[in-house]
């Protein structure tokens, strides 16, 4: 389900370094796909010299070792 996959990117951007803070705010693994998902995504994409959408395409699931 949509949830459960939100929760796994979250997951493995978290472990990648992406997705702590925004601000003084700790970012939550809560399943939403909300702009601060979108920008951990963005900033991973491009630490990775892929291409910047703040969507995880086949390639940036890859990069997450998600698939």
Known sequence: ?????????QKALK???FYIKEG???????GI???YTVKAVKQFQKAKGLKVTG???EATAKK????
């Open 55 to 57: 969507k995880v395409d």
């Open 1 to 9: 389900n949509a949830t459960t996959t939100v929760k796994k990117i």
């Open 15 to 17: 472990s990648f370094g």
């Open 24 to 30: 003084s705010r700790t970012l939550k693994v809560d």
């Open 64 to 67: 997450l070792k998600l698939i």
């Open 33 to 35: 796909y909300h702009k």
